[in-house]
């Protein structure tokens, strides 16, 4: 869990309010700092239609969410203690109705929905967010190419049945032999199926029920292109009888 905390004197700060039930979004509503999380969730209720027992209340900066309040009775200034962050309600936002008759649904059509000032799409374009700044766009989408480069690249330099040197974060360093190149079913991208010298893997050169080659239990193991590197690396040498 992460707080944001800034430094001001306003007992008070101002926040938008979005929800998971709808595009509407309240702008700049004003709450005391020394609120508790489960009086701010009352005041929600009566602002989004959610159901302060069973809301989740999220706190975003921008288009990225940076805490989440879990604790009723922590006060709203150590979840957020700046102005212009949003809080995002999430409920399932239940509805009532005591006639069986139909009811017809509202709906906007895309011309009237665009028209709106209040809708998240209209936040999202007045503040160049996420898919409405171009710039950002075009680097994510030049960082996609040039990773589906880079494994296209490594892809092709894994030959089956040769040496390599896999690196894993959180896992040690392991050698083993190519026995597979390419993709999974059921998974998307691309891997390389390596046999391992030691039983530091994950399978026997299975996945999924179906098998892409066989090695004994523990001995194999799928990973991206990006982690392997292709060398002469022969099995390491863990004799240890002439140690003295």
Do not use: W
Request: hydrophobic letters at 30%.
């Amino acid at each position: 869990m992460s707080a944001i905390i800034e430094t001001g004197k306003s007992d008070f700060i101002k926040v938008n309010v979005s929800n998971s039930h709808n595009d509407a979004v309240a702008f700049e509503v004003k709450f005391p700092k020394d609120l508790t999380v489960a009086q701010l969730k009352s005041k929600l209720e009566i602002l989004t239609g959610g159901c302060a027992g069973t809301m989740k209340v999220q706190v975003f900066k921008g288009d990225t969410c940076v805490s989440t309040m879990d604790n009723n009775d922590a006060q709203l200034g150590y979840y957020a203690n700046s102005d212009g962050l949003r809080l995002h309600v999430i409920d399932s936002f239940a509805t009532f109705s005591f006639d069986s008759a139909p009811v017809e649904k509202f709906e906007l059509s895309k011309d009237q929905y665009e028209q709106r000032t209040d809708s998240v799409r209209n936040y999202l374009k007045m503040n160049r967010m996420g898919k409405y700044n171009d710039e950002e766009m075009q680097q994510a989408e030049e960082k996609k190419r040039l990773q589906a480069e880079e494994i296209q690249k490594r892809a092709e330099l894994c030959v089956l049945d040769g040496r390599c040197e896999v690196t894993v974060p959180g896992n040690p360093t392991r050698r083993g032999t190519i026995r597979y190149n390419g993709p999974l079913e059921g998974k998307s991208g691309h891997f390389i199926g390596v046999e391992y010298d030691e039983p530091l893997g994950k399978n026997n050169g299975s996945f999924g029920g179906k098998a892409y080659f066989s090695c004994a239990p523990n001995y194999g193991g799928f990973v991206s292109p990006l982690s392997v590197t292709v060398g002469d690396f022969p099995p390491e040498d863990f004799n240890i009888d002439d140690e003295l």
